[in-house]
């Protein structure tokens, strides 16, 4: 295995954006930087690789996997499963059981506060494992000052 210094946060936040055409996510396995890349890249402005080097050298720049839509949901139905407040966790797999499943579970929580940061540190949680296993399916280890 190969141990990196990367930026833990960034590597979670390229991997729980949408996917699309115009906004992808590299890891340099070299450096362990992530490199956004977006319509308007330049790699002049961010002392960055060129999109001929990104493409010519996939081995080095990991295309970093975007979110999938299971594992947030999966995720969602974890947390509430866990939840001891038993009117709360019924409400939150109603509202995953319906149309819209994310918009309906996050109006549930947007008026607790308390839940909602419980939320959303149950889901950063399972971003950071999914990173950490990712890496290790490349090979790497997180060196550590990469630790979050």
Not at 58 to 77: K, S
Not at 88 to 117: D, T, Y
Not at 131 to 136: M, N, P, T, V
């Amino acid at each position: 295995m190969k141990q990196l210094q990367i930026d833990l946060e960034d590597l979670c936040i390229a991997m729980d954006r949408v996917p699309g055409p115009d906004l992808r996510w590299y890891l340099d396995a070299q450096t362990g930087k992530t490199i956004l890349v977006t319509s308007e890249y330049d790699p002049a402005e961010v002392d960055g690789p060129s999109l001929d080097e990104i493409s010519s050298l996939p081995e080095r720049y990991l295309a970093v996997p975007p979110a999938e839509e299971r594992h947030l949901l999966e995720d969602m139905q974890a947390f509430a499963r866990a939840l001891p407040d038993v009117r709360l966790r019924e409400s939150l797999e109603i509202a995953l059981s319906g149309p819209r499943p994310h918009r309906r579970f996050k109006n549930v929580l947007e008026h607790l506060p308390e839940e909602l940061k419980a939320w959303q540190a149950f889901k950063r949680a399972r971003l950071l494992a999914r990173a950490r296993e990712w890496l290790s399916g490349k090979g790497i280890v997180v060196g550590p000052t990469g630790e979050v």
